[in-house]
């Protein structure tokens, strides 16, 4: 038997690597938008790839229109990472688009070569009430009113209960200072009187 040749034909492809010729990045850019929350303000917040220049006007490189073409007032703030700037004059729910222009430094002296523009929308906020202390037992002369923190709602209804004499000591020993959580509310009933209902 007559030996079989197998031959294998190897074909090699050659790509050629194409550098475009022009001038590199200094890697100094605003990387992202994002909505954050500082020093218990909502805010938006812009980062860059590298920390700025503290000695520029912000407010020449950066800003904010809400709605598309809406001017925001307010300041762009330097945090304390200098690559990160926040802007706080902002609302729930509301779409903004910021705007970053070249020549804007970094603090290595870098340039921002290009500009940027970012679009992004607040959170919505959930209604809430809560009382302005945390203070729920009223003086009976007490005539300057009871402070209420309400966000997103217009009006609620508040009752007012009068602790029966003989309870007043255990309902001190247990609620001063501490909130009255909804399931104790029930039983209020009885040791206290409904005196007073308002909107």
């Given at each position: ?11 090699l492809f ?7 010729s ?13 909505q954050?929350?500082?020093?218990g303000?909502?805010a ?10 503290t ?29 990160v ?13 910021v705007?970053?222009y ?44 009871l ?22 000591g ?8 501490e ?21």
């Open positions: 038997m007559k030996p079989h040749h197998l031959f294998v034909l190897v074909t050659f790509i050629p690597l194409v550098c475009q022009g001038h590199a990045s200094n890697g100094f850019e605003a990387q992202f938008a994002s954050q929350t500082v020093a303000e909502n938006i917040s812009v980062t860059f790839s590298k920390g700025l220049d000695r520029q006007n912000l407010e020449l490189y950066l800003r904010i229109f809400k709605e598309t073409d809406l001017p925001v007032e307010g300041g762009w703030i330097l945090s304390k990472d200098p690559q700037v926040y802007f706080t004059n902002v609302e729930p729910g509301t779409q903004y688009t705007q970053i070249k020549d804007l430094k970094a603090d290595s002296g870098d340039i921002l070569e290009a500009g940027a523009t970012f679009r992004l929308s607040t959170r919505e906020v959930a209604p809430t009430i809560s009382f302005g202390s945390k203070g729920f037992v009223l003086a009976s002369k007490l005539i300057r009113g402070p209420v923190n309400s966000l997103n709602i217009p009006r609620a209804d508040i009752d007012f209960f009068r602790i029966k004499p003989k309870f007043l255990e309902f001190r020993d247990n609620f001063a200072g909130d009255l959580h909804y399931y104790q509310s029930r039983n209020l009933n009885k040791s206290a009187d409904l005196v007073y209902s308002g909107r």
